[in-house]
Nanobody, 117 residues
C-alpha cells in the first residue's frame, strides 16, 4: 500500500509564496506521472499541476505562470513552488498520480494552504 505524506502548507498573505512537498512511500517512484491537486470548501478536487517521470510539466490555466511542479526521483518527493498566491488558491493540497496514469493511490491527509490578509 502506497503512503503519501504532504507538508509545507500554511497561512500566507496575498502575493506571498509557499513550497509544499509530498513524500511518496513507493518503489519505482520515477515511473509514475505525479500531480498536485487541490480541493476548496464546497468544490470538487481539481488537478493543478502534473509532471511526468522524465520531468515534462503541465498546469491548469488558473495557476500557469505562478506555480512550478518539480520532483526528485531519488527522494520519491514532489514539490510545488507557489508564487503570487491569491485568495482563490486557498484549499487543501494533495499529491497523487496524474494522467496518463489511470490509477490513483489512497489519498494522503493533504496540506492546508490559506491565502488571506
Amino acid at each position: 500500500q502506497v503512503q503519501l505524506v504532504e507538508s509545507g502548507g500554511g497561512l500566507v498573505q496575498p502575493g506571498g509564496s509557499l513550497r509544499p512537498l509530498c513524500a511518496a512511500f513507493v518503489s519505482a517512484f520515477g515511473v509514475y506521472a505525479m500531480g498536485w491537486y487541490r480541493q476548496a470548501p464546497g468544490k470538487q478536487r481539481e488537478l493543478v499541476a502534473a509532471i511526468t517521470g522524465a520531468g515534462s510539466t503541465n498546469y491548469a490555466d488558473s495557476v500557469k505562470g505562478r506555480f512550478t511542479i518539480t520532483r526528485v526521483n531519488a527522494k520519491s518527493t514532489v514539490y510545488l513552488q507557489m508564487n503570487s498566491l491569491k485568495p482563490e488558491d486557498t484549499a487543501v493540497y494533495y499529491c497523487n498520480t496524474a494522467p496518463p496514469v489511470i490509477h490513483r493511490w489512497d489519498w494522503g491527509q493533504g496540506t492546508q494552504v490559506t491565502v488571506s490578509s
